[in-house]
């Protein structure tokens, strides 16, 4: 069964790129993306979607980068823990009582 379903992941991955492969070859024409003050890019369509692409790719990544800072500090001021020792927090032996 795993087998299987190993042959039909790679199956799908595979009819992916073969889309996305004939979606590049069938995307020569030349678009033109314009900036300020009359300046243009003219490029093949593809490499104008692939550069999107890797623009929205870092602009993501950098705005991730703030959060990654602040769980790595928090991760080191974090007390290091061998793997096979308990918790140092307390735990509750029993469970907690609910009033009405």
């Given at each position: 069964?795993?087998?299987?379903?190993?042959?039909?992941?790679?199956?799908?991955?595979?009819?992916?790129?073969?889309?996305?492969?004939?979606?590049?070859?069938?995307?020569?024409?030349?678009?033109?993306?314009h900036?300020?003050?009359?300046?243009?890019?003219?490029a093949?369509?593809?490499?104008?979607?692939?550069?999107?692409?890797?623009?929205?790719?870092?602009?993501?990544?950098?705005?991730?980068?703030?959060?990654?800072?602040?769980?790595?500090?928090?991760?080191?001021?974090?007390?290091?823990?061998?793997?096979?020792?308990?918790?140092?927090?307390?735990?509750?032996?029993?469970?907690?009582?609910?009033?009405?």
């Amino acid at each position: 069964m795993k087998k299987l379903l190993w042959l039909l992941k790679w199956m799908l991955k595979a009819a992916i790129f073969f889309t996305l492969f004939a979606f590049a070859l069938n995307n020569q024409q030349d678009a033109s993306v314009h900036f300020f003050f009359g300046t243009q890019w003219r490029a093949p369509l593809v490499l104008v979607v692939l550069a999107a692409f890797t623009a929205g790719v870092a602009i993501g990544v950098l705005g991730m980068v703030p959060r990654w800072w602040k769980h790595r500090k928090a991760a080191q001021r974090a007390p290091m823990q061998a793997p096979g020792q308990p918790s140092a927090q307390p735990t509750a032996t029993h469970p907690a009582e609910h009033g009405l």
